[in-house]
């Protein structure tokens, strides 16, 4: 049992024989464990059911308005169609599993790893941790911005690696923009021209309301607060001061646009990694993307698969192409507002896992006090600016 959330691990054969015993275990373990609002059954173990076996998800079903029957096998799911079962109750096939064994890692983030399988195909790993939710919540997000016109790839299959959700991806004779700038190190104004055209494609979609999309403005105060645990009071009002100032909007933003999720295929660039997708400025997409390009704190070649220097310049050159036709001093202050965004991105990623090692938890708090400590008065500065940017 977790909290308010039980667990049922049914194994072996479910039959006439094995069903009273296990009627009867349930019935004394219910007694002790007191309100529950939520039941699991893990089925990952069972090979048989019965009608006898019928009956205990049925009483479990009755008992538990939430109950849910996981991880359920060929043969006893169709049993369970069959019998309608699957139409009275939640029930969840078992996940095909795969393995990354071997397999070239093309981008990692706070959420998970991406790895290419082959020439066509590519999976996103989720962290150790992650639920089954968080994965249906990046389909729900990919499939509403594909629809709204952002140029994503779809998943096609749910798999298991290892203890590990992933996400399998169709991307024929796909490379990141990373790899693409490695290769091709003489077309980085080319590519820029293209990351930029990105960005404006995403920032020219307005998300209707409601939507299923999520607003990223109350994701990222959730995200600050989430971090109190790792910085004072004060510190964290400050971010929540700076972030409470971007402008509301509706625009479509995908909110971890590095050059690792953007991914090359022919001439044009497709995104992967929608687990941030939201509405909301294009500066707090931009100020991410800034975070990562510009600001990221760790292992940049690794992160990012580029070095510092490229990264930066192809930076430069995509804000000059995003910005075109604005005057050198109005380029200069969207620059710095973009910078201010980017500071508060640089800690708040930490809140997408709890599990993140103590030597990158101390390497972001040493840096806070450079980036945030002593630049307290221009971000607030910067920050009162923020209302002139129309979006």
Avoid at 80 to 86: Q, V, Y
Avoid at 90 to 118: D, P, Q
Avoid at 127 to 143: H, L, Q
Wanted: proline share 3%.
């Amino acid at each position: 049992m977790n909290g308010t959330c039980a667990t049922l691990y049914l194994e072996g054969r479910l039959d006439t024989a094995a069903s009273p015993q296990v009627q009867a275990d349930i019935n004394k373990k219910l007694a002790t464990i007191g309100e529950v609002s939520q039941f699991v059954c893990d089925a990952s173990h069972l090979e048989y059911i019965s009608s006898s076996g019928l009956r205990i998800l049925l009483f479990l079903r009755k008992r538990f308005p939430n109950f849910r029957l996981t991880e359920v096998g060929p043969e006893v799911y169709q049993v369970l169609e069959m019998t309608g079962f699957t139409k009275m109750m939640t029930i969840e096939r078992a996940l095909r599993r795969m393995s990354v064994e071997g397999c070239e890692e093309i981008g990692r983030g706070g959420v998970g790893i991406v790895y290419r399988i082959n020439d066509d195909t590519i999976i996103k790993v989720f962290r150790e941790g992650s639920n089954i939710d968080e994965v249906r919540r990046e389909i729900t997000m990919a499939k509403e911005a594909f629809v709204l016109g952002m140029p994503t790839a779809i998943s096609f299959d749910v798999v298991r690696v290892g203890n590990q959700y992933g996400l399998v991806y169709e991307l024929l004779h796909a490379d990141t923009l990373s790899a693409c700038i490695r290769r091709q190190p003489k077309r980085i104004d080319e590519f820029a021209r293209l990351y930029a055209g990105l960005f404006r494609q995403l920032h020219a979609i307005q998300v209707p309301q409601p939507s299923l999309i999520p607003s990223v403005m109350q994701r990222e105060e959730e995200a600050i607060r989430h971090i109190g645990r790792y910085f004072d009071a004060e510190s964290i009002d400050l971010l929540l001061r700076i972030t409470e100032a971007i402008p509301q909007s509706y625009r479509l933003l995908h909110c971890d646009l590095q050059t690792k999720n953007a991914m090359m295929q022919g001439n044009e660039l497709m995104l992967i990694d929608m687990g941030e997708v939201g509405y909301g400025h294009p500066m707090i997409d931009l100020g991410h993307a800034h975070s990562a390009m510009v600001g990221l704190i760790g292992d940049y070649d690794q992160m990012i698969g580029i070095s510092r220097e490229v990264g930066n310049d192809l930076w430069q050159r995509t804000m000059h192409y995003y910005f075109e036709g604005l005057s050198a001093a109005d380029f200069a202050h969207r620059m710095e507002q973009i910078e201010a965004v980017a500071v508060v991105r640089n800690f708040s990623w930490l809140s997408l896992s709890d599990s993140f090692p103590e030597a990158v938890v101390r390497e972001c708090q040493q840096a806070f006090a450079e980036r945030v400590g002593k630049r307290k008065d221009w971000l607030l500065d910067v920050s009162r600016t923020f209302a002139d940017w129309e979006a």
